[in-house]
């Protein structure tokens, strides 16, 4: 299995458009959206991805074949925090092969710095996946709350990606 994780290029704008519907059709089994009345879920502004410099969008390929998207962004909760996994979505027929894995520590270890990881607390498989992951790929240097505040109600997984970071 040939993974491929990259900056997602602005010609792929839509293919980013139409995954980011099927993980928002995942996702809604944990938020209860509907669709609107075109029959889309729709995501506030994903041009942003593409516009702002602080801002990224990176596709995951697998065999050559689109399997999903990671977003990222400078709008962290702390701000000793540099930068934060905003959406992360792997297409279902390749979950549970390691593409999630292999896509989080390449995005996390190709840019050094503090990074937050939100995860909603009604999806506690995301919350046992960016576990493992900071866990094992940086250990001492991640650290995990439970926030309940206007910001943000769940999880927040924090870890430091550079070598001599602390957490």
């Given at each position: 299995?040939?993974?491929?994780?990259?900056?997602?290029?602005?010609?792929?704008?839509?293919?980013?458009?139409?995954?980011?519907?099927?993980?928002?059709?995942?996702?809604?089994?944990?938020?209860?959206?509907?669709?609107?009345?075109?029959?889309?879920?729709?995501?506030?502004?994903?041009?942003?991805?593409?516009i702002?410099?602080?801002?990224?969008?990176?596709?995951?390929?697998?065999?050559e074949?689109?399997?999903?998207?990671?977003?990222v962004?400078?709008?962290?909760?702390?701000?000793?925090?540099?930068?934060?996994?905003?959406?992360?979505?792997?297409?279902?027929?390749?979950?549970?092969?390691?593409?999630?894995?292999?896509?989080?520590?390449?995005i996390?270890?190709?840019?050094?710095?503090?990074?937050?990881?939100?995860?909603?607390q009604?999806?506690?498989?995301?919350?046992?996946?960016?576990?493992?992951?900071?866990?094992?790929?940086?250990?001492?240097?991640?650290?995990?709350?439970?926030?309940?505040?206007?910001?943000?109600?769940?999880?927040?997984?924090?870890?430091?990606?550079?070598?001599?970071?602390?957490?």
């Amino acid at each position: 299995m040939n993974i491929e994780v990259r900056l997602a290029h602005t010609s792929e704008r839509l293919v980013v458009r139409h995954m980011m519907e099927l993980y928002q059709h995942d996702f809604s089994e944990y938020d209860g959206t509907d669709l609107d009345e075109h029959g889309q879920y729709g995501y506030y502004d994903l041009d942003c991805f593409w516009i702002n410099p602080n801002f990224s969008a990176f596709i995951i390929k697998v065999d050559e074949k689109w399997a999903g998207f990671v977003l990222v962004n400078d709008e962290v909760l702390n701000p000793d925090n540099s930068a934060a996994i905003v959406e992360f979505f792997v297409m279902r027929k390749y979950r549970r092969h390691g593409v999630g894995q292999y896509a989080a520590k390449a995005i996390l270890g190709a840019h050094p710095g503090r990074w937050e990881i939100k995860v909603i607390q009604e999806n506690p498989a995301a919350f046992v996946f960016w576990q493992n992951i900071v866990k094992a790929n940086w250990p001492g240097q991640e650290h995990a709350v439970t926030m309940n505040d206007e910001h943000w109600h769940g999880p927040l997984f924090t870890v430091a990606t550079n070598s001599g970071g602390q957490v």
